[in-house]
């Protein structure tokens, strides 16, 4: 795969945003994958500069599971709920889901078991079970206050509703 440099990104996205072309007639122009350019737009707009610099991450299972539950619960894309978490390539995206779908949870932590066994610092073992079960209290805690907080919106969108009937009934 070939890196890009940060400049030459900039240079394509500020092209982008100056309305020289759509991606696809920049990304023939540039002779650039035109879902590189949607990508590092989408970054640029929510992280500035520092979303088109090089990124090296380890993310934990928990985060992983988060950035899944925001894209379910948003309907976003894999590239949207990357630009939206600052992860590089969406496509990584697509490989956690795939995981999860395959192993569910489980297969996060058995993922990072075997590939923390090539680091040389030592870790104090966790029993799968009890990351499981942490785990899947941490998503059924996240989903209680999502309820929570769905139907509080619910409630001020309808004193909104209720507030603003009110308000054209009186001036009638």
Known sequence: ?????????????????????????????????????????????????????????????????????????EQLSCRQVAAVYDIRNPNQVVTWRRKLDEGGVQAFGTWEQEHSSMKNEQRSPVPPSTAITDSAQALREENERLRAEVAYLKKLQALIRFKISAASTKRV
């Open 1 to 73: 795969m070939r890196k890009y440099e940060t400049e030459f990104k900039l240079k394509v996205v500020k092209s982008f945003l100056n309305g020289d072309g759509g991606a696809k007639l920049l990304a023939r122009q540039w002779s650039v994958p035109e879902e590189k350019i949607r990508t590092w737009v989408s970054h640029y707009r929510l992280h500035g500069i520092d979303g088109l610099r090089p990124k090296r991450s380890k993310y934990s299972a928990q985060f992983k599971l988060q950035v899944l539950s925001h894209q379910d619960r």
